[in-house]
């Protein structure tokens, strides 16, 4: 148990890549926020992502709300969280080519291993790459986005009959032109894209070593690869969970793709509920106090 200690320091380095490359983003789109807010918010946005079961939609309007203290237009934050999100993605290819790698050193990447690791390695390169390609033409991107709206008011009329344009058209139009606008400034400057990308990596390595110093701690040291692997698919199968954090689908997906990779799940079980209840004792009441706070500040000012 001496190793645990050590989560701390890896979410702390976890937290200031997030916030670097929030500041790195929002920079090379020609706005300079200071670190210590945007530290803030990305601790509260992880408080978001854990309590609301949306696969991390509901941090693009926290996020924008959060973001227009800075007078930041929304259409540039969500930009910004859609870099970050992409940005996680690319940057973690890196890793799982490493930890296929780190199996075959041991004789453990087998046909099941490939094939999970390849699909999944083919699933964000090609969404990133039709991400890229709606965003990237001003009349692809608003196509696209207004009818998804269009999809979405007529769901929500199902609910409400008589709000046939919850969300109005016309106004997302304009803010998807922005993105497209804001989207060409980072096109055109892709070398300036490498921070992000580091800090990007930085991010996913922090997180494994989080996940890895459990396994340390419970005094396993399994094959770093079967830890990477399980965590790109249990992190993607949670985005589409529909309880808040991917609680069950988490820990059940994890485990049994350590178990493919040769880790037993009367080792990985345990583990992987410590690494859940540990992680989520680190962040969430950090995450609650600054949320807390904000919320405070916005009543203050709502009755001033």
Do not use: C
Request: aromatic share 12%.
């Amino acid at each position: 148990m001496f190793a645990l200690p050590a989560m701390i320091v890896w979410q702390a380095l976890n937290y200031h890549s997030y916030a670097r490359m929030y500041q790195d983003y929002f920079r090379i789109l020609g706005d300079r926020i200071r670190y210590r807010p945007l530290l803030r918010v990305t601790l509260e946005l992880n408080l978001i992502n854990n309590i609301f079961p949306s696969g991390g939609v509901s941090s693009f309007s926290y996020f924008g709300l959060r973001m227009r203290d800075a007078d930041i237009p929304a259409s540039k934050s969500t930009l910004v969280q859609l870099a970050k999100f992409i940005t996680v993605f690319v940057s973690f290819q890196l890793l799982l080519v490493l930890g296929l790698l780190m199996l075959a050193v041991e004789g453990k990447a087998n046909g099941i291993t490939l094939l999970v690791s390849g699909s999944l390695a083919t699933l964000l390169v090609v969404a990133t790459l039709l991400l890229g390609y709606v965003i990237g033409s001003k009349s692809r991107i608003d196509s696209f986005f207004t009818l998804v709206t269009r999809l979405i008011n007529r769901l929500i009329q199902v609910i409400r009959p008589n709000n046939p344009e919850t969300i109005n058209i016309a106004k997302m139009r304009e803010a998807f032109g922005q993105i497209h606008q804001d989207y060409l400034i980072l096109k055109s400057d892709w070398r300036a894209v490498k921070k992000p990308l580091a800090w990007g990596f930085l991010a996913n390595l922090t997180e494994v070593l989080t996940v890895y110093t459990v396994y340390v701690a419970f005094g396993h040291f399994v094959n770093p690869g079967a830890v990477i692997l399980a965590y790109a698919v249990a992190n993607f199968a949670g985005l589409i969970s529909v309880l808040p954090g991917g609680v069950g689908v988490y820990e059940a997906i994890m485990t049994g793709v350590l178990a493919v990779a040769g880790v037993s799940p009367g080792l990985s079980i345990p583990v992987t509920i410590m690494y859940r209840v540990l992680n989520m004792g680190i962040q969430l009441p950090i995450g609650y106090y600054f949320y807390h706070k904000n919320m405070q500040y916005h009543q203050r000012n709502s009755h001033a």
